[in-house]
């Protein structure tokens, strides 16, 4: 069953600049030496049991495991397939990729393309090949089709993969983030690591209420690469969970629209840095992300740093190296890589590791408009940093995989 804990209680650290390497703790096992600020703020910590029975496996399964399946797909065309089914499905895969990232933009080519799925349509009806049906139904449907069941649908895998997860959020200032929807502001709540997925975004849901009061459903998106919202079936069931567009066109306009985000700014760039052999080093892509801090300052965003603890090692995983994996992943927006999770199954689901994400104290930024200089973005640049490599040695030691590890930002 599903069981939940409230808890709260004070932060504490260091007076120094130096970031603070204590674990939360609640204030009565506190060590001696240490005295609880009256002056610090409350940090709220909620648990779920964990759960990774056959209800929340399905869930994840629905949502996570997508991908599996379209690559899964592919393997079957590739072995068992006709030449007339495998060339259809390779047209298919073309035009799929080839949409444009920004959606926005409406032209000859756009057009051309949206309209060319309708013949693979017509196509695979006539050479009877259910599946590229099906996957193209998926590409020509509006992301949110079917709307009210599919947002159904959505909380649903939400809530279970809560379970599946054994969800734990750590707020570090709660009335900060509440102060934030009571002003109208939208947030910028930056999320890392990415690791092999970023799944770890589900818990901005807002079925799951992790978030103070006043983040009302549609007004918090989760972003991601638009090759995720190009791929058959995967787009359909990213969107039902409230995921958008990380392109910079959609990124402007929630932050315009009054809707908070939540996105991973080190991107698929950090899978290629993840290395096996160096477990005791967690790499984050960050020192060269600066246009979400400049869209933050445009528009009087706060900065919310996020750490997640518990992905790293969900999947077992082969990258591939080279510059030109490198360009091909910048260009497609994913990385070619193997994983494989639960079950030792290739592009499965995560292993049901518990994860931990904590969410910082909102960093203000200031309403500059078109007026934003290079030097506005170094210094809040420079101050999102540091405010997460602290996140991440205020928990880490609570976290019994990651006490020893350390943080190194490229």
Known sequence: MRSEIDVSYKGFGSSSNKPSTHAAQSPQNLPSKYNVDEAMPVWKVKTCEQDSSLIPTVAVT??????????????????????????????????????PRDKTVRNWTTIALETSIYGIIVASIMLRSITVLIMSISIAVPLNFPQELGKKLGDWIAKESEKYFGLKTTLEDEEAIS???????????????HDVLGYGCFAFSPVLKRLPPGFVPDNIKCLVSSAILNTPLVRNVSSWCRCGSVEKSSFRAHLKNGESIVFVPGGVQEVLLMDPSNPRQLILYLKNRKGFVKMALENGSPLVPVFCFGLDGSYAYHIPKGKIINQISRVMGFIPVLFWGRFHIPFGIPRPQKIHVVIGKPIVCPLLGEDVSSEDINKYHELFLNELEQLFERHKVGEKDYCDRELKIM
């Open 62 to 99: 629905i949502w996570l495991g997508c991908q599996g399946f379209v690559s899964w797909v592919l393997l079957d065309f590739v072995v068992f397939g006709s030449y007339a089914k495998r060339a259809l499905f390779i047209v298919f895969a073309i035009l799929s990729l080839s949409q």
């Open 179 to 193: 102060e934030i929807s009571k002003l109208n502001k939208a947030a910028i709540f930056a999320f890392e690591p």
